[in-house]
C-alpha cells in the first residue's frame, strides 16, 4: 500500500484520445480504476479543448499541458503564486 493521492495519465495517451479508440478505453479505464481506489486522476499533455472534454466526460478532474500554460522558469512560477495570493 503506497501512500497515493494521485494517478497520473501519460501524455503519450492523452495525445491520442481524440484520434484512436484504443487509448480512449485504456484512459477510461485508468480512470476508473483510479476512482474505485479514490484516486485523483491528473491527464499529462493536454493540447486541444477537444482531449480536455473527453477527459472531463471520463471523470479527470486536473490536467496539464499546452493547453493551460506552456512550460515556466521557476521564477516565473513565483510571480505567478505571489500574484494569486491576497
Do not use: H, N, W
Not at 495519465?9 to 484520434?19: G, K, V
Not at 484516486?39 to 472531463?56: H, K, M, R, S, Y
Request: hydrophobic content about 45%.
Amino acid at each position: 500500500a503506497l501512500p497515493l493521492d494521485y494517478l497520473k495519465i501519460d501524455s503519450s495517451l492523452a495525445r491520442d484520445i481524440t484520434s484512436t479508440a484504443r487509448d480512449s478505453i485504456i484512459v477510461r479505464a485508468i480512470i476508473d480504476m483510479a476512482r474505485s481506489l479514490d484516486l485523483g486522476v491528473i491527464a499529462e499533455g493536454v493540447e486541444t479543448e477537444q482531449q480536455l472534454a473527453l477527459l472531463a466526460r471520463a471523470g479527470c478532474t486536473c490536467y496539464q499541458g499546452f493547453l493551460r500554460s506552456p512550460p515556466v522558469t521557476s521564477d516565473v512560477l513565483i510571480a505567478l503564486v505571489a500574484k494569486s495570493l491576497p
